[in-house]
């Protein structure tokens, strides 16, 4: 138990650290007073806006019940062919690509296989109004699998706001999706999860996560009513145009009758 410790570094020791702001995996005094410090260790500030250049991740916590965990890296990874050759926040200079800045990825080789997943949560993030996310993603890569994004609010399903599968070409994409006022209000934490595809040509990529507070996402210049995801006609029939508004009313504008608007 790493709580046991005086020690500041054991808070690094994930057995402490709250899911939620009101609950704690353990009630004994050092694990509160962990609790506590991890909490008020990271601001909201570090997590709506982090190019994870610090080891810390910005409070982001890798999930244990998952099979693999996000690997923190700068230039390019280990396999040729797939993930990205730089982070985004240093990205390209004129002296050509710079080993200086850090992301997060999904390492796909071995012992990774099809269907694993990573999982990271953000500290509990609150506010009053809509909030757009805006992130970069990068998806190189015959066997890349799949990026789901969640917000979850307490110990409720988590809630898909953004996802995208297969090879995307060597590039920092960016992905967006409003978070509207209803999830805010109730505080929510940002689920990034990363699923393994077919291969080890499947190292997926995350930088730059942004959340920008008091505006819903500008809907892009393109004016295309085409569903973006094959799923959208499923999605529509289980009453998601409603449910899960934000995402869909952009990403499966057919789908949702929702063309032209
Ligand atoms: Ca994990
Ligand atoms: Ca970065």
């Given at each position: 138990?790493?709580?046991?410790s005086e020690?500041?570094?054991q808070l690094?020791?994930?057995?402490?650290?709250?899911?939620?702001?009101i609950?704690?995996?353990s009630?004994?005094?050092?694990?509160i007073?962990?609790?506590?410090?991890?909490?008020?260790q990271?601001?909201?500030?570090?997590?709506a806006?982090?190019d994870?250049?610090?080891?810390?991740l910005?409070g982001y916590?890798?999930?244990m019940?998952d099979?693999l965990d996000?690997?923190?890296?700068?230039?390019s990874t280990?396999?040729f062919?797939?993930?990205p050759?730089m982070?985004?926040?240093?990205?390209?200079t004129k002296?050509g690509?710079?080993v200086q800045?850090?992301y997060?990825?999904?390492e796909s080789?071995?012992?990774?296989?099809?269907g694993?997943k990573?999982?990271?949560?953000?500290p509990?993030?609150?506010?009053?109004?809509?909030?757009?996310?805006q992130?970069?993603?990068?998806m190189?890569g015959h066997?890349?699998?799949t990026?789901?994004?969640?917000t979850?609010?307490a110990?409720?399903m988590?809630e898909?706001i953004?996802?995208?599968?297969?090879?995307?070409?060597n590039?920092?994409?960016?992905g967006?999706a409003?978070?509207?006022?209803a999830?805010v209000s109730?505080?929510?934490?940002l689920?990034?999860?990363a699923?393994r595809?077919?291969?080890?040509?499947?190292?997926?990529?995350?930088?730059?996560?942004?959340?920008?507070s008091?505006?819903?996402?500008v809907?892009?210049?393109n004016t295309?009513?085409?569903?973006?995801d094959?799923?959208?006609p499923?999605?529509a029939?289980?009453?998601?145009?409603l449910?899960?508004?934000?995402?869909m009313?952009?990403?499966?504008?057919?789908?949702c009758?929702?063309?032209?608007?």
């Amino acid at each position: 138990m790493g709580c046991v410790s005086e020690n500041r570094g054991q808070l690094e020791d994930t057995s402490c650290r709250p899911t939620s702001p009101i609950l704690l995996k353990s009630s004994a005094p050092q694990c509160i007073r962990a609790a506590l410090e991890y909490m008020f260790q990271f601001t909201i500030t570090d997590a709506a806006d982090c190019d994870f250049e610090a080891s810390n991740l910005c409070g982001y916590t890798q999930e244990m019940k998952d099979d693999l965990d996000w690997t923190w890296n700068s230039g390019s990874t280990g396999t040729f062919m797939t993930g990205p050759n730089m982070d985004h926040t240093f990205g390209r200079t004129k002296y050509g690509t710079t080993v200086q800045g850090h992301y997060l990825y999904l390492e796909s080789s071995p012992p990774a296989k099809e269907g694993d997943k990573a999982v990271i949560t953000s500290p509990p993030i609150t506010g009053i109004s809509d909030m757009c996310l805006q992130f970069w993603y990068h998806m190189f890569g015959h066997g890349i699998g799949t990026i789901n994004v969640y917000t979850k609010v307490a110990e409720n399903m988590p809630e898909l706001i953004f996802s995208n599968s297969g090879n995307q070409g060597n590039r920092w994409l960016k992905g967006e999706a409003t978070i509207l006022s209803a999830t805010v209000s109730q505080g929510y934490q940002l689920v990034f999860e990363a699923t393994r595809g077919r291969s080890f040509r499947g190292d997926l990529a995350i930088d730059d996560i942004k959340v920008n507070s008091g505006q819903t996402c500008v809907v892009g210049l393109n004016t295309s009513c085409e569903d973006q995801d094959q799923r959208c006609p499923l999605w529509a029939e289980m009453g998601d145009c409603l449910n899960n508004a934000a995402f869909m009313l952009e990403t499966c504008k057919q789908a949702c009758d929702n063309c032209g608007k």
